[in-house]
């Protein structure tokens, strides 16, 4: 069974800092590649950061673009979120997603992401 499972959001206050970690199972994960999304009560689920299979290719939407890392551990089956100089906006459940065997592709939107954990959840106080 896959299995994908979120783990390290809080509460903080705006300008802190939080790690995300997604822990994988169940397939060999490390020809996907692996999203970040977000979603604020009665709002759409948006794209925070990608990771190719490789960990060489990254991308951020542009609201978080020079505050949030990603990165992937294949060996581990883990990928993170760093999260720094966080900000009140920046308040949503933060979900690890799985795009299954791409190779030359990054997606950046929810309907191209196969698995999906159950959120983790971060509050940001001003």
């Known amino acids: 069974q896959v299995q994908l499972v979120e783990s390290g959001g809080g509460l903080v206050q705006a300008g802190g800092s939080l790690r995300l970690s997604c822990a994988a199972s169940g397939r060999t994960f490390n020809r996907d590649v692996m999203g970040w999304f977000r979603q604020a009560p009665e709002r759409a689920r948006e794209f925070v950061a990608a990771?190719?299979?490789?960990?060489?290719?990254?991308y951020y939407a542009d609201s978080v673009k020079g505050r949030f890392t990603i990165s992937r551990d294949n060996a581990r089956n883990m990928v993170y979120l760093q999260a720094n100089s966080l900000k009140p906006e920046d308040t949503a459940a933060y979900y690890c997603a799985a795009a299954k065997d791409r190779r030359t592709v990054v997606p950046t939107t929810p309907i191209a992401y196969d698995y999906w954990g159950q959120g983790t959840q971060v509050t940001v106080s001003s």
């Open positions: 990771i190719s299979w490789s960990g060489g290719k990254t």
